[in-house]
């Protein structure tokens, strides 16, 4: 098989290696967007349609799949990375929102938006996900002391990598070409307003996409929908953007939060309760670290803030509703009693 023009899709050795002897000339694809009956796909000959059906296992956008000389599905190669999350309320099911994505860029503007904590929530769902993070300071023009806050974030992981940028100089935009080469996929992540869009445009080099610089001169007519959620870069990447990805929240991705925070895990197997919650238990070696100073205590509050909601946000619906109930007896004894206390 010719895997050249696949090169450009982000075929490489890992996918390469899982074909087998009996099927390795049969044509694969990436799926570059996912509609309710159909797949889009592209392959190295072009772009075309899959129709969906119960037989097929969960796939997403990103994903690469095989085919029969027919065309048919024939199977689903294993993923480098994978964002998803557990539907609302089910026991089982989950939604996979993007595959094999290489590198998130987490968007955080260097002004009012900046905040270490939503930072370290970001990189646990970048961790979960086995997809690389890059921190992206936006608005860096717009800062005093942009570098000061660079390193604070440099602060929660000496191999993390920083960047700050003002999205609107185009030579600044080089500063992520690195991540943006042949065959790379990258997605983006932060909150409204960062810059995101612009960054978009940026390294698309088309005005695709509304910022809300456009919006606030009203002139939405540049603003191009394509169906479509991977989109090529000028550098030769792909930028991966899907709606499920912007709204991701932390669900069953204590793994995630847990290597964020790979400092606080170490210190945590060293307590003298396995269950230890950190908080003011006898023998807390997480305590003693912030007592000694190894420790930031903000760093402790973050991390079990971000526990705590990813274990709220995992617990099923039924368990949800054994809560609420349980709460509403709770509501229900306290009002009788001061009834009774009344009569
Ligand atoms: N000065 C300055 N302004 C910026 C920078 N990046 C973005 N902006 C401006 O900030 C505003 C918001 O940028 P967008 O790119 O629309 O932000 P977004 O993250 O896409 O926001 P949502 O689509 O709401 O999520 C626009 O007016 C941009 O021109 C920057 O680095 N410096
Ligand atoms: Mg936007
Ligand atoms: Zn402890």
Same mark, same amino acid.
């Given at each position: 098989?010719?895997?050249?023009?696949?090169?450009?899709?982000?075929?490489?050795?890992?996918?390469?290696?899982?074909?087998?002897?009996?099927?390795?000339?049969?044509?694969?694809?990436?799926?570059?967007?996912?509609?309710?009956?159909?797949?889009?796909?592209?392959?190295?000959?072009?772009?075309?349609?899959?129709?969906?059906?119960?037989?097929?296992?969960?796939?997403?956008?990103?994903?690469?799949?095989?085919?029969?000389?027919?065309?048919?599905?024939?199977?689903?190669?294993?993923?480098?990375?994978?964002?998803?999350?557990?539907?609302?309320?089910?026991?089982?099911?989950?939604?996979?929102?993007?595959?094999?994505?290489?590198?998130?860029?987490?968007?955080?503007?260097?002004?009012?938006?900046?905040?270490?904590?939503?930072?370290?929530?970001?990189?646990?769902?970048?961790?979960?996900?086995?997809?690389?993070?890059?921190?992206?300071?936006?608005?860096?023009?717009?800062?005093?002391?942009?570098?000061?806050?660079?390193?604070?974030?440099?602060?929660?992981?000496?191999?993390?990598?920083?960047?700050?940028?003002?999205? @609107? %100089? *185009? +030579?600044?935009?080089?500063?992520? /070409?690195?991540?943006?080469? =042949?065959? $790379?996929?990258?997605?983006?992540?932060? &909150?409204?307003?960062?810059?995101?869009?612009?960054?978009?445009?940026?390294?698309?080099?088309?005005?695709?996409?509304?910022?809300?610089?456009?919006?606030?001169?009203?002139?939405?007519?540049?603003?191009?929908?394509?169906?479509?959620?991977?989109?090529?870069?000028?550098?030769?990447?792909?930028?991966?953007?899907?709606?499920?990805?912007?709204?991701?929240?932390?669900?069953?991705?204590?793994?995630?939060?847990?290597?964020?925070?790979?400092?606080?895990?170490?210190?945590?197997?060293?307590?003298?309760?396995?269950?230890?919650?950190?908080?003011?238990?006898?023998?807390?070696?997480?305590?003693?670290?912030?007592?000694?100073?190894? @420790? %930031? *205590? +903000?760093?402790?509050?973050?991390? /079990?803030?971000?526990?705590? =909601?990813? $274990?709220?946000?995992?617990?099923?619906? &039924?368990?949800?509703?054994?809560?609420?109930?349980?709460?509403?007896?709770?509501?229900?004894?306290?009002?009788?009693?001061?009834?009774?206390?009344?009569?």
């Amino acid at each position: 098989m010719d895997t050249s023009e696949l090169t450009q899709l982000g075929w490489r050795p890992f996918f390469q290696q899982q074909l087998d002897l009996d099927h390795w000339d049969h044509p694969v694809c990436r799926v570059v967007a996912q509609h309710r009956n159909r797949l889009e796909l592209l392959s190295g000959t072009g772009k075309f349609d899959l129709a969906l059906n119960p037989d097929m296992p969960a796939i997403t956008v990103g994903d690469w799949l095989q085919l029969s000389p027919e065309g048919r599905f024939l199977r689903l190669l294993e993923r480098q990375s994978l964002f998803r999350r557990k539907a609302p309320g089910s026991k089982v099911k989950e939604q996979l929102i993007a595959a094999n994505v290489d590198t998130l860029f987490i968007v955080t503007s260097l002004n009012e938006d900046f905040s270490l904590n939503r930072i370290e929530r970001y990189l646990s769902l970048a961790n979960e996900a086995q997809v690389e993070p890059v921190v992206v300071l936006s608005k860096a023009d717009l800062c005093a002391e942009p570098e000061r806050l660079r390193r604070e974030v440099q602060n929660l992981d000496p191999l993390l990598v920083v960047e700050t940028i003002n999205c @609107l %100089d *185009a +030579r600044e935009i080089g500063k992520l /070409l690195p991540w943006c080469g =042949e065959g $790379a996929t990258v997605a983006l992540m932060g &909150s409204s307003g960062v810059g995101k869009s612009t960054l978009v445009n940026a390294l698309l080099g088309d005005e695709v996409q509304d910022t809300g610089a456009i919006r606030d001169k009203d002139d939405k007519g540049r603003h191009v929908t394509t169906g479509r959620s991977l989109h090529p870069m000028k550098g030769g990447g792909l930028l991966l953007d899907t709606p499920g990805l912007r709204e991701l929240q932390l669900t069953n991705c204590d793994e995630g939060v847990n290597s964020t925070f790979a400092e606080i895990t170490a210190f945590a197997k060293q307590c003298r309760f396995t269950d230890c919650q950190h908080a003011g238990e006898p023998g807390c070696m997480v305590q003693d670290a912030i007592a000694r100073g190894d @420790l %930031d *205590a +903000r760093r402790l509050s973050s991390y /079990l803030k971000l526990m705590r =909601e990813q $274990a709220f946000n995992s617990a099923t619906l &039924s368990e949800k509703r054994a809560r609420d109930k349980r709460f509403g007896k709770m509501i229900k004894s306290v009002l009788s009693e001061k009834q009774a206390r009344k009569t």
